[in-house]
């Protein structure tokens, strides 16, 4: 079955604490985003990647680092300088292609909730 | 990329048409229109995407106004699986990895 895996989905952390959430695809897309949702908000961009080893930031990352070691994983890690970090964090995928629109598959998405 | 307007919140009876409009006046030439749904605690999922041309898929039609400045996403016979966040994007079309820049959307609830 093809698609974006995220875990895990209900993540707890105490203030002050680093913590890695998970993204894989098995899609054999070349492009992955993460976004946050707040809740009654839509999403926002945090950081995306067009190629291994190589991510752009988004609207939103201050706070926030990720790697891209492989093409089918995108981890994302919520540092102590994340001012308000408890949200529901969600991954997505795409092709790139010239001149066509490449539809964004979501994973099921964490929700990180900060103590 | 063009800013959208969609009505807050709407209900529809289970088994009737769903027609969620959306306002794009400041739409360009080059623009898709672009409709996401979002389930409760899940992630989105793509539902149909336009340019001029009316579109329908298994899931969706999509009615885009011949000025472009206003679109309707028409769910046939709404079931209550259809209650969600519905989203209208409107988005150049590109070869390089582009956000979607989602709004608050409409909530759609389907009433038994």
């Known amino acids: 079955d093809g698609g974006i895996t995220q875990s895990p989905k209900y993540l707890f952390r105490k203030e002050g604490q680093n913590v890695t959430l998970s993204c894989e695809q098995n899609l054999n897309h070349d492009a992955m985003y993460w976004y946050r949702q707040d809740p009654g908000q839509g999403l926002r961009l945090i950081y995306y990647s067009q190629i291994v080893n190589d991510f752009q930031k988004g609207d939103i990352a201050e706070g926030y680092s990720v790697s891209r070691e492989k093409k089918e994983s995108f981890p994302l890690t919520v540092t102590s300088a994340q001012k308000n970090p408890t949200a529901f964090y969600l991954c997505a995928s795409s092709k790139i292609s010239t001149g066509s629109y490449n539809e964004q598959f979501f994973g099921p998405g964490t929700r990180l909730t900060v103590l | ?112």
């Open chain 2, 1 to 112: 990329d063009a800013k959208t307007t969609q009505p807050t919140s709407m209900d529809c009876a289970e088994g009737r048409a769903a027609n969620l409009p959306c306002n794009h006046s400041t739409i360009s030439g080059n623009e898709y229109v672009y409709w996401y749904r979002q389930i409760h605690s899940q992630g989105p999922q793509y539902i149909i995407h336009g340019l001029k041309n009316n579109e329908t898929n298994e899931m969706a039609s999509l009615i885009i106004t011949e000025d472009r400045k206003s679109s309707t996403l028409i769910l046939p016979h709404a079931t209550l699986r259809d209650t969600a966040v519905y989203y209208c994007i409107v988005r150049a079309s590109s070869g390089s990895a582009r956000q979607l820049t989602f709004g608050s959307g409409t909530q759609l609830t389907v009433l038994p």
